[in-house]
């Protein structure tokens, strides 16, 4: 049911966010008032080189307290303030958006914490499975997720989504089915630079999640869509697949169909099953991924969640509705439906 959208200008031109929620809006019969987000890269140009956490605070008391403190202890907070909002009869401000802008010391680089991004995921994990009262939604660079529990309209208005300007927007309306409707748990989910938002269900949620537990993320917010999250950072990242290869991990070709193919891509796609069987995903699902250099779309293996694709120049669309894509661009050029599994990626222009 939930509604997905996702843009990507490939030369990094930037629009404000009236288009996207209005997008998004036009899909609100997919949702039901229990949550929607956006989330948007290259709105922080001022802090490019330092990682914008966004924080969900029950209160300014104890909670903020002990996430200072764990920030300071793992580097330098560059500066912080509460996110600007707007009230919304439609939303109860049942918590408190925050932002830190963070440079983790290269001092405390040792181990398995060997690069900045080890030092943010550690931050991450500890802040949302051990403080209560706070939780950590967003940790990219030159980007942002803000979402909360409301109808598309009035999350946008809430956080004032037309003052920010990205290269790359997502956007989800929420219809949670068997999850609770709670901020964070609506969409998109995120960790470092890489943002998911979701339409459907990852039926294998208990084997993907004991897999990246096992690599040290924790699952603490209450839907499956933020196993997503992490398969993308541990297999992206730590181990350097490229987007087309994490797609064949997460969605593979059916057995029969590896049969039927030319020998040495039969063998390319045996070995990545058997490496990386439980990170395979089951379930009726269309996914959009947001990264630090573009954005990747793909469905289940049965294509049982729908997803259009549109095309306008250097701009690229990925939704759940054609005329989505139609509100965010009415001269888009080219549409047309991926097969089941295809990825879908757009990538800046050197």
Known sequence: MCGIIGFIDRTKSRMDGSGIKAALSLMNERGSGDGAGYAAYGIYPEYADYYALHVFFDNLAEPKKKVDELLQQWGEIIHQEEIPTTPQPGIRKVHIPWRYFFKPSEDLMAGRMNSENDVVTYIVMEVNASIKGATIFSSGKNMGVFKASGWPEDVANFYRIEDYKGYIWLAHNRYPTNSPGWWGGAHPFNLLDWSVVHNGEITSYGTNQRYVEGYGYKCTLFTDTEVVAYLFDLLGRQHELSHEMVVRALAPPFWDDIDRMPEKEAELNKAIRL?????????????????????????????LRPLVVGENGSKLYI??????????????????TPRAGEPIIGRFIE
């Open 319 to 336: 939704s759940s509705e054609e005329a989505a894509i139609r509100t965010l661009d009415p001269e888009v050029k080219n549409i047309y």
């Open 275 to 303: 490496t990386y069987g439980s990170a395979l995903m089951n379930g009726p699902f269309a996914i959009v991924v947001g990264t630090d250099n573009g954005i990747v779309g793909f469905t289940d293996r049965i294509k």
